[in-house]
């Protein structure tokens, strides 16, 4: 069990008054059997209204509507929890789907159905040519070791490069340049299950890392796979690793773009390009 305390600063300079229109902020954890959110401070300015919600994936959802026009946006999210998920290989998959291929029951293909087509459609052809090295048609191979090898293959052959652009890489994009964000990574593995039949979905949150890497500061994003009988299980191609109990996981959607922590616009009579900083630290404390 970790106790962590999550501190994520969103700030943006305008350079002349602006209307803030509508933001909605993804900021909080997910809660549930692995994580407990014991403490949880949310510090806005310029003066709002704040309005929480769940959406349709029950992600925590902060609507925020802005009273007066601002020169600065500062967001200041704090949150302390309990992490328990120690053991992330602890699960016993279902007996008919040990084995790739399987077919998920018809009943469970409704509710799966937003999770298995591809997200790049256009690039089906790109990443089925690629999953050739891992399966064929015909072949019979362990689910779980499918996955692991898939999920390794892309944190080791792939370089990790930070990129402040918005949205995704294609998959056809991140196989031609053989480099790519998280969000990139998770994004490629997501649709080489989906080639497989298996559904998948992308997963925004943080990454508790206890020695400093060239990724820390940041949000992070990994996959989610649905395995029958173990539920929803992540894997993060970034590190190649299960994801345990230093992945904290904060928003899930069946599309990489749609779960930015931020997002919102303002409109203005003097165009000027804002700036922005953002500041992430996930450390964890004795408790």
């Known amino acids: 069990m970790r106790y962590l305390?999550?501190?994520?600063?969103?700030?943006?300079?305008?350079?002349?008054p602006v209307t803030l229109l509508q933001h909605r902020l993804l900021?909080?954890?997910r809660e549930g059997r692995d994580i407990h959110v014991e403490t949880a401070e949310l510090r806005i300015a310029p003066a709002h209204r704040l309005r929480w919600q769940r959406d349709a994936?029950?992600?925590?959802?902060?609507?925020?509507?802005?009273?007066?026009?601002?020169?600065?946006?500062?967001?200041?999210?704090?949150?302390?929890?309990r992490h328990y998920q120690d053991r992330p290989l602890d699960f016993v998959v279902a007996e008919y789907a040990v084995h790739f291929p399987f077919q998920?029951?018809?009943w469970e293909r409704i509710d799966l159905g937003p999770y298995l087509p591809p997200v790049f459609g256009q690039d089906s052809a790109a990443v089925g040519a690629w999953l050739e090295q891992f399966w064929r048609v015909g072949q019979?191979?362990?689910?779980?070791?499918?996955l692991d090898r898939i999920n390794k293959a892309i944190a080791a052959g792939f370089v990790y490069q930070p990129r402040e652009e918005p949205g995704v890489q294609s998959p056809?994009?991140?196989l031609a340049r053989r480099a790519g964000s998280c969000r990139d990574f998770a994004t490629l593995l997501i649709d080489a299950c989906h080639w497989l039949g298996l559904a998948a979905r992308f997963v925004s949150g943080y990454l508790y890392e206890p020695t400093p890497i060239p990724a820390a500061g940041a949000t992070h994003?990994?996959?989610?796979?649905?395995?029958?009988g173990a539920g929803w299980r992540g894997f993060d191609a970034t590190s190649g690793q299960v994801v345990g109990d230093r992945h904290i996981a904060v928003a899930v959607h069946r599309h990489p773009e749609a779960v930015s922590p931020v997002t919102g616009a303002f409109t203005t009579v003097s165009p000027e390009s804002p700036t922005m900083q953002v500041a992430v630290r996930v450390a964890e404390i004795a408790g």
């Open 140 to 146: 019979v191979v362990e689910t779980y070791l499918l």
């Open 57 to 81: 994936y029950d992600n925590a959802l902060a609507v925020v509507d802005f009273l007066e026009p601002a020169r600065r946006l500062s967001i200041e999210s704090r949150v302390g929890l």
């Open 27 to 29: 900021l909080r954890p």
């Open 5 to 16: 305390l999550i501190e994520h600063d969103t700030v943006y300079d305008y350079g002349n």
């Open 104 to 106: 998920y029951p018809a």
């Open 172 to 174: 056809a994009t991140t």
């Open 221 to 228: 994003a990994w996959a989610e796979v649905y395995l029958p």
